[in-house]
């Protein structure tokens, strides 16, 4: 059902004379030059990648990037200068009038920063006008509108005009016209940028939620990092109409691709980003819980090493428990002979799911004496996070990693992200 | 028009001898703009009667063609024309700034031309506006007074509410008590007559400048001349082709009411947001669609207001078409000044003044958008009286009234709160 958009090459260039600017951008001139030389301005520049189907995608950008732009090719709003757009294989720019029409009646919607819903009609006829541009019969297409904005939860509103509807209400008609025909792809141009900061949560929630119904490929615009971060399955970052980077959030976080995407990235709460996986060191002492070890040969370890605390591992790496110094010692006190681990674990430490984001364990961490293991979804240890770990991920000087960034200006370094080399 | 009370040029010819001075005649002023010779001989046209040129000669074309037709009326215009002063035809380059570039002859010699070979197409052209005129005048004068005064009130109630019908009621009276009510009728279908041409013609016109920069670019230049050009000045011409009467009148008033509406109805449509033009064609509007459903509903307010003043204008425009030979209100304006009779002036002033509150008060009304759906057009007015009635008859007595009650209770409920709205819609639905 949902569709994959492939963008191979594509320029968009606005102005009388496109071939020319086209053809000093081949010879790898800049936006700028071009349009100091020509007049000729450039909206997108050579963009290609590829949407999967089913996939939330979102083009990031600043004001003038051309992220609108490149959104408005993808229903061919705007005519490409040059380039294809693939949807499931088929190029959108050799359509027909009558079959682009066809096309962006069934197959693409889109939703607008500013709402754009028709005043004279009511919130029902809004919704329904996807349906009434493709001739549906009155009562199917009011049926059928009734069940999108069901969908949204303003049925009750139905009635009423646009106007009388709160800003956020408004889009979720936005929302529901976009979804009355039940399309493959659904375009989203800044759509909850011109929305409170609680109702843009909500709305993404409810995004969210539509997209688990019913996986629709849905192309993002947004220049808001944290929107991005929290929707997206992929994420592009454009600049001077250039796409400079396409990768999941993490990716982007961990590895940035030039000096602007780390700048780009430098507000963005990482935290709600990061999962404790992701930051998880395998730093910490593992001991193996085996019938011929027992205390005394993880005291020792313990001592030897200088550590305080030892993590108890199973034979297939399963986290079993944790010790420590002072309570191996409690166990062995007054006990001749082997002793199992399992009688010196240190009883409130919690393991921690892998998939936990990072802002809702600061308080967990920040209580515990002993550094948080971080146990991955079959049980395996994958390794601790301690009060330094949390400290430097949270330092914005820092990369991802604790590795001190780069400042903004030098050459981006294409550092691989170093696991567990780290001494705590 | 065979009545002598009502044929405007048995009037005008009355006219002529109670003013001996003929220099005070509206005719002759007519022809001043486009006689240089006439001008030149009435330096002092009150004390001074004219000699034979322009002038008369232009009367007496006027008041024969009353009786033998338009042609005469041209041959009289044409004859006017050949008594312009003769000009050097030939062309020195030094005449292009020494000022006596023959312009007034070339324009002269062009509709000369042009009336020479085009009058059987622009007298084709009568046809239909006669015909249309002449239903609208008939349908307007045919009904007894008292019965078409009710009916335009009930029309206005319905278009604009009680209170405009009301008003309109003792409008209309307060013009039948007048005893100006069959020229009333006969301004109103002009003017009615008038409009709905300059629709036909305005509202294409302007929907296409809005599509086209170059053809606005073209346009907007002619739309000012045909504003700001003086009637007198397009005004002969326009005799010459058409004759005179009625007719003609309806043309000279289309040329100076249309450019409202056209720039009107361009601008409503140029200020449709743009988002909500995008927003249509990226759900798969077609240019018709487009139009239809979005720029042109959008625009209905801005279009409603070139309405009004096309309506306005046309009214404006009654005394000077009354010097072509069109009856009704402006004709007694005309009259009442030529005979310095301020009482028969002033009381078609008044008629034209009440005309002109009611068709503005009304068309201004209809411009506002009207958005409460569930009181559809029908259930308004006079017609929703009628309406109720019915239903009321095939229906349970209380059933039309608690159903109107729901939906009337519906927005306004879910307007405050949509918590408690939920279960009146679903008593209403």
New interface residues.
Partial sequence: MAKTLQIEHVFKVFGDQPERALELARKGMSKQEIVGLTGQSIGVFDASFTIEAGEIFVVMGLSGSGKSTLVRLLNRLIEPTAGRILVDGDDINAYSDARLREFRRKDISMVFQSFALLPHMTVLDNVALGLELDGVGKARRLAQAHAALTQVGLEVWARAYPDELSGGMQQRVGLARALAADPAILLMDEAFSALDPIIRTDMQDELLRLQQEKRRTIVFISHDLDEAMRIGDRIAIMKDGQVVQVGTPEEILRRPADAYVRNFIRGVDAAAVFKAGDIARKTQVEVSESPTRGCRPALKRLQDQDRDWGYVVSPDHRYLGTVSGDSLREALHGHEGPLGLAHAFVPDIQAVPAATPIHELIGAIAQSHAPLPVVAEDGRLLGTISKNTLLKFLDRTTDADGNPLPTATAEPSAHPAPMAAEPA | MSDPATDPWSAAAQATPATPASGADPWSAATNPVDPAALATQANPYNTPPPDAGGDAWLQGASSAAGSGADAAAQGGAGFIHTAPPTDHGFALHQLWDGSLPVQDWINRGLDWLVLHFRPFFHALRGPVDALLGGVEAALQYPPTLVMVGLLSLIAWQLAGGALGLATLVSLLVVAMLGIWPEAMVTLSLVLTSLLFCVIIGLPLGIWLARSDRAQRIVRPVLDAMQTTPAFVYLVPVVMLFGIGNVPGVIVTIIFALPPLVRLTNLGIRQV?P??V?????????PW?LLT??QL??AMPSIMAGINQSLMLSLSMVVIASMIAVGGLGLMVLRGIGRLDMGLATVGGLGIVILAIILDRVTQTMGQ?R?D??VRWFMRGPVGLVWRLMRGRQAPAGQPVAQAAASKA??AA??TQ?GT??PA?QAGG
Avoid at chain 2, 278 to 286: C, D, F, I, L, Q
């Fill in positions: 947001r988002d909500l995008e927003a249509a064609k990226a759900y798969g509007a077609s669609q459903k979005v509903p959008l958008p958005r759906q569930s519906r927005p879910a307007r949509p709205a939920r819609a």
